[in-house]
């Protein structure tokens, strides 16, 4: 810690910071926890959508408080809400969303720390009418909005999903969303369609142990991020095998003991790593098919694009990026021993540095919109095989990354988002998870920001 972080975490150091309005921020909800006060569903049509998947998520509801009034003090929840889901599916029109703004109001203001609001919604291309479409788009607005005046570690998300998709196929998602999984995640919209594969043993993911029995490679697993992933994974019940650089081995083994996996010392830009990857796969866990790969390996060499080199640019798109490509090609090959089973997953890592663009980071920016631009040319191309393929975007994270940037700015990154605080590596994990679950083989395609709503890319 620098002499200026004691300073600023020392108690006078708090009290000028209170007064400056940088309060301490709500220690967030965390984990497979649900809201401790009451979810509130409100219906909005016919759609049974959200009842449904509510009963499949096994937690109770009651009706909304609804604000027909005209003035400043609408009717109140008599207690904290943990949470409010909308039913907006049948939502067409511009009177509609009046309906909407009738059931949000009460809820904004009872709603607990780690409150959540969620949203369900169709797809703008699946609605008819330019006013329908205008409506499907208008929700993501007010989303947004909502993210960004909830108080108190309580979040907002905007679901799209597909006309085809059952509430078995929404599931996963919805649990992620009101449990303290999703904690960091907020402000931010994204598409459920149905399941690309036959679906998932419900019974089995009942127990909280949704990838039992299934394997998964981890990269950059000796540490931060990496390390996070593999513990959450091994939690929910999934056999690791945890990647990362000889220099690392040491943490490696550290971590692979662990989460009970295996360690795989590797430079996932040698050219021979997709091989090795599925040859340790066929020899150390003989039998089992890949379920899952997660791409977390990255590195910065951060520089004003006028001082980047073409060492700095090729070492940065190698590792977040081409290795990644490069893997996968091995892993999709069909015939191939250790590839990754059809109904699989693969999972990349962005930033929202890439979604934003930075000062100073030209070649990392570059590397984490690739995978943007990779998860969005693969999900279609593999769903015929019920592979998966997304990317969480994390925003600011603490770790060892991002230990390095001065106190300041550091400070200010961790503040300028809708929950002023930085996420933890758990936080990014916790999502991968949620895209690993084999309930979730409807989610593809999707990038979802880790970021707690950075004011940057979000
Ligand atoms: N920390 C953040 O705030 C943040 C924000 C956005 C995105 N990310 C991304 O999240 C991922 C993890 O970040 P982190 O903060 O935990 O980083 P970190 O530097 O703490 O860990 C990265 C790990 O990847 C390993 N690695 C690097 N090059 C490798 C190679 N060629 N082969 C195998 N392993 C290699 C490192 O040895 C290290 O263990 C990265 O992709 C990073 O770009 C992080």
Known sequence: MSTLERLFHSPAGQAVARRAGLAAP?????????????????ELGPSRLGADTLG??????REPVVDATDGDDPPAYESPLGALVVDATDLRSIPDLERL???LRPAARALEPSG????????????DGWEARAVAQALDGLNRSVGKELRHGATATLLYVDPAADPPDLRSTLGFLLQGRSAFVDGQSWRVGPTLVPRVDERAAAGGRPLKGRLVVVTGAARGIGAAIARVLARDGADIVAVDVPAAGQALSAVANEVRGTALQLDITSPQAGARIAAHVAERHGGASLFGIVHNAGITRDKLLVNTDAQRWRAVLDVNLAAEIAINEVLLDPGMAGGLAEGGRIVGIASTSGIAGNRGQANYAASKAGVVGLVRAMAPELAGRGITVNAVAPGFIETEMTAKIPFVQREVFRRSNSLGQGGDPIDVAETIGYFLDPASG?????VVRVCGQNLVGA
Request: charged content about 25%; overall charge positive.
């Open 116 to 127: 959540r609001v969620v949203v369900l919604a169709r797809p703008t291309e699946a609605v």
């Open 442 to 446: 409807g989610v593809t395609g999707q």
């Open 101 to 103: 703004r009738a059931v």
């Open 26 to 42: 709500t220690e967030l909800r965390r984990g497979r926890t649900w809201p401790g006060g009451e979810i509130a569903l409100a």
């Open 56 to 61: 499949l998520v096994g937690r109770p509801w």
